[in-house]
């Protein structure tokens, strides 16, 4: 199956791709080629010489961090499950991915299904669940039927199912279809939508890790953190954080997508600045213009500026300048966009995906979009510098049970903090001197 987006450019001669190392092999989604190039010898490695224990170790020795957004270290929340008890215990895989301008799950679900499989089955051996659920985002049809015939493909050879392998141990894979949500990105409100129920993020504590999937221990990982895990396990945890920073270990997959002249999926070591990831490996801007802003980690990651292109992409670093890696969905906008009106469209996103349950979220998203099309309609004045700064503090404050509304404030915050001469000029003079430039 060919892939949605093409791979370009080197990932780092030191360290070499991870994720895509075999991308370009013919037929790689089905189970034999798989098979030909070590598929499923992490698993057996696993499952028929390592402890449980063991393989949390070596992931702990990776430093391998979350790869779905909020990027804590894997082995770590792989501890924080409780001792088995004799119950149910479930992996649930977060394979939603709607966060706009991120599109690199859906290439490893597409292109590479077996890896993920595998992974997954690395991580319910490691945690000593039986089930394993793969919450997928609805729209993703091509890659939810790839995914189930490797599912089925593995099951067939006798990876998973009753006896896999041959020991005593068995796992099941289980395909959930998602309901076309962003909220269902978050974890919690992703555990509601899996039982049955309206998509809304959970009060915590109690963590999934102790109380998630019908009420028993759960381990939340995305796609592309399980997909590493065959990689660790094969070369061990010291090998991989070899690669990237001390604390940022390895590669990761970014999705580079805006005004660049090669958008696409890109595998790069983290701690390499993002101009190399924007410039080099996307094209950078198209002739004759510059880039003006940037968005890290997908639209929930605070805005950056075009003189900030030379920031490492690790996730301290991106911290350190107010920022953060995110879903790993670059959003690339040149000297062309207005950053009101990029605002603008943003907060229309949020809003309409809020699931209502937490009044800042609710309310003050529209009311944002309300305001924003009040000044970009000419008709702003000074009064609505001062309700941006009152929404802006009643969203990304914290005061939501999940990150969305948090997002949505830093929308406004950081593009009123970087471009606040852009702001004056809509609502003060009622011009916009970058679409007016644009035109001419």
Same mark, same amino acid.
């Given at each position: ?5 093409? +791979? ?63 990027? &804590? ?6 501890? &924080? +499950? ?33 890896? +993920?499989?595998?992974?997954? +089955? ?31 493909? !593995? ?22 279809? %998602? ?24 009060? *915590? ?10 009420? *028993?221990?759960? =381990? ?23 690669? %990237?920073?001390? /604390? ?15 958008? %696409? ?7 390499? $600045? ?11 801007? &198209? ?18 500026? %075009?003189?900030? =292109? ?35 469209? =943003? ?9 209502? /349950?937490?009044? $800042? ?28 700064? *009152?929404?802006?503090?009643? =969203? ?40 007016? !430039?644009?035109?001419?």
């Amino acid at each position: 199956m060919p892939a949605a987006t093409e +791979l370009r450019g080197s990932h780092g001669k030191a360290a070499g791709p991870v994720l895509t190392k075999d991308f370009g092999t013919a037929d790689l989604y089905k189970l034999a080629v798989y098979e030909k190039i070590g598929g499923y010898q992490a698993w057996r490695k696993a499952l028929t010489t390592m402890q449980p224990a063991e393989v949390t170790g070596e992931v702990k020795a990776s430093g391998l961090r979350g790869r779905g957004g909020a990027g &804590f270290p894997t082995g770590t929340k792989w501890g &924080f +499950l409780p001792p088995p008890d004799g119950g149910p215990r479930y992996v649930v895989v977060n394979a939603d991915e709607s966060e706009p301008g991120t599109a690199k799950d859906r290439y490893l679900m597409e292109n590479h299904p077996h890896q +993920l499989v595998e992974g997954i +089955l690395i991580a319910c051996y490691a945690i000593q669940a039986h089930h394993a659920w793969i919450y997928i985002r609805g729209e993703y049809d091509l890659q939810h039927d790839l995914v189930a015939a490797a599912i089925a493909e !593995a099951r067939t050879a006798g990876y998973l199912g009753e006896q896999p392998l041959g020991t005593e141990f068995p796992i099941d894979i289980h395909l959930y279809r %998602g309901h076309g949500a962003y909220i269902c990105g978050e974890e919690t409100a992703l555990l509601e939508s899996l039982e049955g129920k309206r998509a809304q993020p959970r009060s *915590r504590p109690p963590f999934p890790a102790v109380k998630g999937a019908w009420g *028993r221990p759960t =381990l939340l990982n995305n796609v592309e953190t399980l997909s590493t895990l065959p990689w660790i396990i094969s070369n061990g945890g010291a090998a991989y954080a070899k690669f %990237g920073t001390e /604390k940022s270990p390895g590669t990761r997959l970014f999705t580079v997508s805006g005004d660049v002249q090669r958008p %696409g999926n890109y595998e790069m070591e983290l701690g390499k $600045p993002f101009s190399h990831l924007i410039n080099d490996l996307a094209g950078g801007p &198209f002739p004759g213009h510059s880039i003006k802003v940037w968005w890290p980690g997908g639209c929930s990651a605070p805005v950056l500026t %075009g003189e900030m =292109l030379e920031t490492p992409s690790d996730m301290e670093s991106l911290a350190a300048i107010g920022s953060m890696g995110g879903s790993g969905g670059v959003i690339v906008a040149d000297d062309r966009r207005c950053v009101v009106r990029c605002a603008y469209r =943003l907060l229309q996103f949020y809003a309409h995906e809020s699931c209502g /349950k937490c009044t $800042p979220c609710r309310v003050g998203g529209n009311w944002a979009v309300r305001t924003y099309e009040r000044v970009l309609a000419g008709e702003g004045t000074a009064a609505d510098l001062a309700t941006f700064d *009152r929404i802006q503090t009643g =969203l990304a404050a914290g005061r939501c049970l999940c990150g969305l509304g948090d997002s949505a404030g830093w929308v406004i915050q950081w593009t009123m903090e970087r471009f606040r001469d852009e702001y004056e000029e809509h609502i003060l003079r009622h011009t916009c001197s970058v679409e007016a !430039a644009a035109r001419a």
